[in-house]
């Protein structure tokens, strides 16, 4: 776990932020081949004969290489030391510190920096602005 002062946490914000905004695409990609796979499935598709079953087999393997892909690219986002805490607002917490206790900075997409910070125990709705650290 890293332990970050809210300086170091803005600096990571533009990165943080791209890998934030590919998660987002990722995950509407991912969406929307599943309903086109549910989409075929009902037309029968899963039937070798039908008309769909190619068209299946091959949205079947973009999910899957999508998956893959998603699931590789969070895997390597933990070395930003943040944890998404909402991914669809762009929700991200940095472990900080206050009187010697872990507590979050926290950062929403659009905000220009860390403002924020709150108990490891709150959410979104128990920030405070930074400067009470």
């Not at 509407?28 to 598709?45: C, F, H, N, P």
């Amino acid at each position: 776990m890293r332990v970050f002062t809210v300086e170091e946490a803005n600096r990571l914000l533009p990165e943080v932020e791209g890998e934030l905004r590919w998660f987002q695409d990722s995950v509407r990609r991912i969406v929307a081949t599943q309903d086109a796979i549910s989409v075929r499935e009902m037309l029968g598709g899963d039937r070798p004969g039908s008309p769909e079953y190619r068209e299946l087999s091959h949205l079947r393997a973009q999910l899957d290489e999508a998956a893959e892909q998603y699931n590789a690219r969070l895997e390597s986002f933990t070395r930003y030391g943040c944890v998404i805490k909402n991914l669809e607002i762009g929700l991200v917490d940095f472990y900080g510190r206050k009187d010697g206790r872990l507590v979050f900075l926290c950062w929403r997409m659009g905000e220009p920096s860390v403002r924020y910070w709150h108990e490891i125990d709150g959410g979104f709705g128990a920030r405070r602005p930074v400067e009470e650290l």
